[in-house]
C-alpha cells in the first residue's frame, strides 16, 4: 500500500543559492585565476617549444632552451651568488633584529611608537622611493656595486620585516619565565641564549624563511646596487627581457620558468613554518 503525503527520508537537498554580488566576486576572482595560469602556461609552453606562430600549440617541443638559458646567462653562477646574498641578508637580518624584537616587545620608552613606526616605513614605502638615494649612500662610500652593496641594501627592509614578525612571538611568551631564570642567577645573555632562543626557534624559522621570499624577489634594490659580479638571479632575468630581441624568447621563457620554479618551492617552504595568524599581534591584557 502505497501512502501519499509522507516526507522523503533522507537529507534535504542544498540549493546554492547566493546574492549578485557574491556571484560579481566570484566571477571575478575566477577570471583573475584564469587570466593569471593563461600567462603562466603560456611562458611555460613557449619554454617547451620550438617554434609558436598562430595556434594553439607550439610546432615541437624541445628542451633545449633550458640548456641553452644554463650556459648563456649563467645561471650557476647567478644562484651561487643569490645564495650568498639571501645567507648573508637572512643571517644579519635575524642578528639585529630579534634583540631588536625583544627591547620593543619587554620594554616601554618614551617614543617607542616612533621608534616603531621607523622600523615599518620600509615596508610599507615602495623600495624604489628610498632605493635611489640608499644607492647614492652607498656607491659615495665605496659600498656599491660589490656584493657587499647588495646585501647591505637589502637589510634595509629585512630587518624590519623580522622585526614584524618577531615581536608577536616574543609577547605570546610569558616573562615570568624570565623572572624566574633571573632568580636562579641567570643574566641578560643567558635567559636571552638558553631560555628565550629555544623557544622562539618557530619565530625565527619564520622570520628567516619569509625574508629568505622577500630578498630572492627584491628588484628594485638589488638592480640599484649590483655589479657585474653580483646580479642575483631576478636582476640577471630583467637584463635577459631587455635582450630579447638578442636571445630567443624561448630561452628568456625558459630562465623565467626557472626562477619561478625557485620561488614556488620557497613559497611552499614558508607556508610549511609559518603561520599566517602568528604575524598578528596579541592583545595584551588589562590586569583586573
Not at 633584529?97 to 620593543?104: C, E, M
Not at 614556488?264 to 617552504?269: G, K, S, T
Amino acid at each position: 500500500m502505497t501512502t501519499f503525503g509522507l516526507a522523503r527520508s533522507g537529507p534535504p537537498r542544498r540549493r546554492i543559492v547566493g546574492t549578485p554580488a557574491a556571484w560579481l566576486v566570484w566571477g571575478a576572482v575566477i577570471f583573475f585565476l584564469l587570466n593569471v595560469l593563461g600567462v603562466v602556461g603560456s611562458v611555460v609552453v613557449n619554454s617547451f617549444g620550438t617554434h609558436w606562430f598562430g595556434g594553439w600549440l607550439p610546432d615541437g617541443v624541445t628542451g633545449r632552451w633550458y640548456a641553452e638559458a644554463w650556459q648563456d646567462f649563467g645561471l650557476l653562477e647567478l644562484i651561487i651568488v643569490t645564495v650568498e646574498v639571501c645567507a648573508a641578508v637572512v643571517a644579519l637580518s635575524l642578528v639585529i633584529g630579534v634583540p631588536a624584537a625583544y627591547v620593543l616587545a619587554r620594554r616601554d620608552f618614551p617614543g617607542k611608537k616612533l621608534v616603531y613606526l621607523a622600523f615599518l616605513l620600509p615596508i610599507l614605502m615602495p623600495p624604489i622611493t628610498y632605493g635611489i638615494p640608499l644607492a647614492t649612500v652607498l656607491y659615495k662610500f665605496g659600498f656599491a656595486g660589490n656584493l657587499s652593496g647588495v646585501i647591505l641594501a637589502n637589510l634595509v627592509p629585512a630587518v624590519p620585516f623580522v622585526i614584524l614578525t618577531m615581536t608577536p612571538f616574543i609577547e605570546q611568551i610569558d616573562p615570568a619565565i624570565e623572572r624566574a631564570a633571573r632568580m636562579c642567577g641567570a643574566g641578560l645573555r643567558e635567559v636571552f641564549l638558553r631560555i628565550l632562543t629555544p623557544l622562539l626557534i618557530p619565530g625565527i624559522l619564520a622570520a628567516g624563511i619569509l625574508v629568505l621570499v622577500r630578498t630572492v624577489g627584491m628588484f628594485e634594490l638589488t638592480f640599484l646596487t649590483a655589479g657585474p659580479d653580483s646580479q642575483t638571479l631576478i636582476v640577471a632575468l630583467f637584463y635577459s627581457m631587455s635582450a630579447a630581441g638578442i636571445r630567443a624568447q624561448q630561452s628568456v621563457d625558459a630562465m623565467a620558468v626557472i626562477y619561478t620554479g625557485m620561488m614556488l618551492v620557497l613559497l611552499v617552504i614558508a607556508l610549511r613554518f609559518v603561520n599566517p595568524t602568528q604575524l598578528v599581534a596579541r592583545v595584551k591584557e588589562e590586569p583586573e
